[in-house]
């Protein structure tokens, strides 16, 4: 396989396509998704302050990630 123009390199890469609702609904996606990392965080430090072991904790609260997406 040998990679003719950088370009070519790149089709893998899904086209950015352009977002309904604008500048306003990326901002309030930006936030939403830094208000969950807080809360996932704050659930991992609770779950590690009750006991359990960090990779268990760390396993529950990504599994929540999958869930909702």
């Known amino acids: 396989m ?3 123009t950088f370009d070519s390199a790149l089709d893998f890469i899904p086209a950015a396509k352009p977002r309904a609702g604008g500048v306003f ?3 309030g996606d930006t936030f ?5 990392g807080i ?3 704050g659930e991992y430090k609770e779950l590690t302050n009750r006991g ?4 268990t904790a760390a396993r529950k609260v990504f599994e929540k ?5």
């Open 2 to 4: 040998s990679i003719k």
């Open 65 to 69: 990630i999958g869930s909702k997406h």
């Open 32 to 36: 939403s998704a830094i208000r969950e």
């Open 52 to 55: 359990m072991a960090s990779d």
């Open 39 to 41: 809360d996932l965080a």
């Open 25 to 27: 609904k990326a901002i």
